[in-house]
């Protein structure tokens, strides 16, 4: 009864057709006796002209019509006049001569125009009515784009023999590093459940139940402090396999990156297989655990150059354990005070305290080509010749390039540099937009310690296994234990993460332990775990997608929320339903709760 056809489906072959069509009026140009409306749906946009002379009661109806009306058009499909086709439009050879219009529904004026130019209007605007944000073409682009990766990656698993489980929302504690999301129970007055970080524990024992392969799009519940692309609630594609080692999930993912990248997205894919690199070579080339490989700008390590060096803010830094690392920024050396002065601050948030920068001015092969002229820097002159040609040798550094160093705790300057390194590649324009550069980082630390607290936590999460041949080190040497963990890593993202379980009970147990967890609250949080470890759980292993994260990288999205519906802001509120707002006392009552604020 509405339609016949969408708004984006009439072509030159279906010219002289009666068609009816329904949507949203676009733009209404009104030129006295003919009206033009640009009639538009999900699926594209259609001219209707609606001429006064031959159709005066749709003409008359027409007239009324306003910017986001809902119209019903009948009418016939015919070629547009010379001249006047419109090749912005896949609809734009035709257009349908209307004989009759109705208004299905009217609107009022919206807040702001619908189309991609409101990409500029006020995000707050924009997510109050979502509805409206939603008609646009690239938000619709982008919800269409996740439907068609949910499906694609249904399918591929389907393929491989996993089942897709669903697992309760209203749940206990499920740690991954956040607080817990809790929800009142009214028949149990005085308790609370927890919304599940992850669903890891459940797919664990799903493997247990003897599931073999399960996947999951899972929704997560974490509370922590917001970012670009975070959300208090999110989704992961989740999913566990039995009698698996590292590779198997890597060569189970990898295809599947693969596949999604070139069904779903321009960009090239820099190098297959990905690069696998560990935990502790990221750290010292790149400064992070989440390296962008689309361009080099590597770190070097200066500390044995400058250990013994006169100028004490160096060798000083050795002696009390730090490092001196350095990035060269090509082409860098030319740079205005207050370029330098903007790098500096950089590193200062990464926790540096400075910023050393020396400007090579010169080719540098050895301590004997160096004079006055070859560096532009306040601190060459500190340093002897033999410390500065190490330098330029170390960082690879040619005439018109620029040092900079940090000295500090290694973390610090890993961090730092990581911030510089990142700087350096989208200001010196080394990032190439079209390309997907992909890797697994492996052979992550299993422990951190918590300075803090004076205790070690559990880097991944505490049901990740030791490597083999690590774990008689848990006890005495805890921060040497790597871990069967891994990570997928895409230009400078982690789009996954996962690892191999423990699946023994005592293993389990020694590692809650090594974390300090009292027994009793071992067998509080985790005493299901333990016990059904006690029934011949099956060596396991998984991983986790962020899904918003990959979509928003398939749409060049810079933030999640632009893939996400209805997303929350960096408060965690919904705007729409302006939430989270405070409950009826009666309902507060029936839950056993006192307010105190
Ligand atoms: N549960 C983990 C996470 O959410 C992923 C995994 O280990 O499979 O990060």
Redesign the pocket.
């Known amino acids: 009864m509405y339609k016949t056809h969408t708004c984006g489906e009439l072509r030159l072959s279906h010219c002289d057709q009666t068609v009816v069509l329904a949507g949203w009026v676009n733009v209404r140009r009104d030129h006295g006796g003919l009206i033009f409306l640009d009639l538009r749906d999900r699926f594209g946009i259609t001219q209707v002209v609606v001429d006064a002379d031959r159709h005066p009661d749709a003409h008359a109806i027409a007239s009324q019509a306003r910017s986001e009306f809902v119209l019903k058009v009948a009418g016939t499909v015919r070629e547009r006049p010379d001249g006047s086709a419109n090749p912005a439009f896949a609809t734009g050879e035709v257009e349908l001569a209307a004989r009759e219009v109705a208004i299905l529904n009217r609107s009022e004026t919206p807040p702001f125009y619908i189309s991609d130019e409101a990409d500029e209007t006020d995000e707050t605007l924009r997510l109050q009515y979502r509805y409206l944000d939603l008609r646009r073409p690239r938000m619709l682009r982008n919800l269409r784009l996740r439907h068609a990766i949910i499906s694609d990656i249904r399918a591929y698993l389907a393929e491989r023999d996993f089942i897709e489980v669903e697992t309760p929302h209203l749940l206990k504690s499920t740690p ?1 590093g956040a607080r817990d999301f809790v929800v009142p129970s009214r028949l149990q007055q005085g308790s609370f459940y927890a919304l599940p ?4 524990q459940l ?1 664990q024992l799903l493997m247990v139940a003897g599931l073999d392969r399960y996947f999951q799009i899972a929704r ?1 519940f974490r509370d922590e402090d917001l970012r670009a692309d975070r959300q208090p609630e999110f989704t ?1 594609l ?3 396999m039995s009698f698996v080692e590292p590779e198997d999930i890597r060569s189970l993912m990898e295809p599947l990156l693969i596949q999604l990248a070139q069904d779903h997205q321009a960009c090239r894919i820099q190098e297959t297989p990905f690069p696998v690199l560990t935990y502790r070579e990221c750290m010292d080339r790149f400064g992070t655990d989440r390296p962008d490989l689309r361009f080099g700008v590597e770190l070097f390590d200066a500390t044995a150059i400058l250990q013994e060096s006169e100028f004490k803010v160096f060798s000083g830094t050795v002696a009390r354990g730090g490092v001196v690392k350095g990035v060269v920024h090509p082409g860098g050396a030319g740079q205005s005070r207050r370029e330098i002065d903007r790098l500096t601050e950089l590193a200062r948030q990464g926790g540096a305290r400075g910023l050393a920068w020396l400007g090579l001015e010169h080719d540098v092969t050895d301590a004997s080509d160096i004079g006055d002229g070859t560096f532009r820097s306040p601190i060459a002159r500190h340093l002897d010749p033999r410390e500065l040609a190490g330098l330029v040798a170390a960082g690879g550094a040619r005439a018109g390039d620029m040092i900079l160093l940090v000295a500090d705790d290694e973390q610090v300057a890993a961090a730092s540099l990581h911030l510089l390194r990142g700087d350096i590649g989208s200001t010196a324009g080394l990032i190439d937009p079209d390309l997907f550069a992909f890797c697994w980082v492996t052979d992550f630390p299993l422990l951190e310690l918590d300075a803090e607290a004076g205790r070690w936590t559990a880097v ?2 505490p ?2 296994s030791a490597r083999d041949q690590d774990w008689d080190r848990l006890e005495d040497d805890p921060g040497s234990v790597l871990a069967k ?1 891994y990570d997928v890593v895409l230009n400078g993202w982690e789009i ?4 191999i ?1 423990i699946h023994d009970q005592v293993r389990q147990q020694q590692l809650f332990r090594a974390l300090s967890l009292p027994d009793e609250e071992i067998q509080r949080e985790f005493g299901h775990l333990l016990k059904a470890f006690r029934y011949g759980a099956p060596p396991h ?4 997608m962020g899904l918003d994260r990959i979509v928003a990288l398939w749409a060049g999205a810079s933030n999640i929320r632009d893939v996400i519906a209805f997303p929350k802001t960096a408060t965690g509120s919904d705007l729409l339903f302006d939430c989270p707002a405070p409950i009826d006392s009666e309902q507060l009552l029936e839950l056993g709760i006192d307010m105190t604020v």
Do not use: M
């Open positions: 991954e970080q992850s669903p890891q797919k997560c992961q989740d999913l566990e991944h999460h049901f990740t963990a996954g993460g996962g690892s379980r292993g998984g991983i986790a």
